[in-house]
């Protein structure tokens, strides 16, 4: 009855310090960042179901998914836990979901980072700082600025996705005389700086799919019905996971199979979510498969070409041969991923009205 009250009385009211709208259901630790910069500054109300797009309105939220169980779960992410009070309430017929949080005695904070609040914005006190070597390549530097400018109005899945991808610059930068001894441009001959470029290139392809998988499951957090299809689901795969959220993220991780085969166009065309956002057009789908050839390439046969690569890449390579990417060409690759995923990030937020950072 208390937290009914609290809506009703500053409902609609604009966002400030101490009060937050978001129309829809924000990942666990996107609910956890709100809480934890609350706890840290003056407290705080958290208010699920109003939209801020042409002006303040209540929309209510979605019921398909329990908004309690994925709030106890960012209330578990946190280190102390702060006092909290959350459910549903009604405004006008409509169904809300409030989290009411109390200013904490101490520092709370959220896999070790600590966030405040400065107005309606929130900040993190400690953020990780990329420091590059002095007279280092400058390419690394520019790129990593790129990401960083990406981060603005971003999803939690494409934050995530920017800060793997600078912790790969800052190992490129670290293992020159591994990685590009002679040079950017030129392939390393050392053994275990093959071995490396290898992993690191994967691990880059890696996130792109993990992104891809991330930000599905924001879309059919936000957008219960989008998750809604023809497809059968084992009952066993529902039993084996503890709540609706877990299932979200098996089915959206089950979405990625065919990406991971190499098939971009299969999976572009069983993630209606995806290709109705008209970001990934044929040339782009063209060039992702490539990129994940190469992957898989490196992943699955230490580098050395066999015919399914010759496939993709019929000039310039022969069977049995060694396959080797420059520095210059790696990072080529994280600037055009990162941009690809910069486009489909903010059409999802626009379509879906996914809830940023």
């Not at 990329?130 to 899945?157: C, P, R, V, W």
């Not at 210059?328 to 489909?344: F, P």
């Given at each position: 009855m208390e937290l009914q009250k609290q809506v009703s009385s500053i409902i609609?009211?604009?966002?400030?310090?101490?009060?937050?709208?978001?129309?829809?259901?924000?990942?666990?630790?996107?609910?956890?960042?709100?809480?934890?910069?609350?706890?840290?500054?003056?407290?705080?109300?958290?208010?699920?179901?109003?939209?801020?797009?042409?002006?303040?309105?209540?929309?209510?939220?979605?019921?398909?998914?329990?908004?309690?169980?994925?709030?106890?779960?960012?209330?578990?992410?946190?280190?102390?836990?702060?006092?909290?009070?959350?459910g549903y309430v009604e405004y006008n017929d409509k169904k809300l979901f409030a989290?009411?949080?109390?200013?904490?005695?101490?520092?709370?904070?959220?896999?070790?980072?600590?966030?405040?609040?400065?107005g309606?914005?929130?900040?993190?006190?400690?953020?990780?700082?990329?420091?590059?070597?002095?007279?280092?390549?400058?390419?690394?530097?520019?790129?990593?600025?790129?990401?960083?400018?990406?981060?603005?109005?971003?999803?939690?899945?494409?934050?995530?996705?920017l800060e793997h991808y600078q912790s790969v610059l800052k190992m490129i930068d670290n293992l020159k005389p591994l990685l590009y001894p002679e040079g950017p441009a030129k392939f390393t001959s050392i053994k275990e700086g093959k071995v490396l470029n290898r992993i690191l290139f994967s691990s880059v392809v890696d996130s792109f799919e993990a992104y891809l998988s991330d930000i599905l499951f924001e879309i059919y957090l936000a957008k219960p019905d989008t998750l809604k299809s023809e497809q059968m689901v084992k009952v066993e795969d529902v039993l084996n996971c503890s709540d609706i959220q877990d299932f979200i993220t098996f089915w959206a991780k089950q979405k990625i199979g065919k990406l991971q085969k190499g098939s971009v166009r299969g999976f572009i065309a069983e993630n209606k979510q995806i290709k109705d956002l008209n970001v990934i057009g044929k040339s782009v789908q063209d060039d992702i498969e490539r990129i994940l050839q190469i992957r898989h390439l490196y992943s699955h046969r230490n580098g050395i070409v066999d015919d399914k690569f010759l496939k993709y890449f019929p000039v310039g390579y022969s069977n049995g041969t060694e396959h080797q990417m420059s520095i210059?060409?790696?990072?080529?690759?994280?600037?055009?991923?990162?941009?690809?995923?910069?486009?489909?990030d903010n059409a999802a937020i626009l379509k879906y009205n996914l809830s940023t950072l």
């Open positions: 609609l009211q604009p966002e400030s310090e101490v009060l937050e709208y978001k129309a829809v259901l924000p990942p666990s630790k996107s609910i956890a960042q709100i809480i934890c910069s609350f706890a840290n500054t003056n407290g705080g109300l958290l208010i699920l179901g109003v939209s801020e797009i042409g002006g303040l309105k209540v929309s209510g939220l979605s019921e398909d998914f329990r908004a309690t169980s994925i709030t106890h779960k960012a209330i578990d992410l946190l280190s102390p836990k702060p006092v909290v009070d959350y989290i009411k949080v109390e200013k904490s005695n101490v520092v709370v904070s959220l896999e070790g980072k600590i966030f405040i609040r400065q309606e914005k929130i900040i993190q006190t400690n953020p990780t700082t990329n420091i590059f070597q002095a007279g280092g390549y400058n390419q690394i530097s520019i790129i990593n600025a790129l990401l960083e400018s990406f981060k603005s109005n971003t999803t939690d899945s494409k934050f995530k996705f210059d060409e790696v990072l080529d690759k994280i600037e055009y991923l990162a941009g690809i995923v910069d486009k489909i």
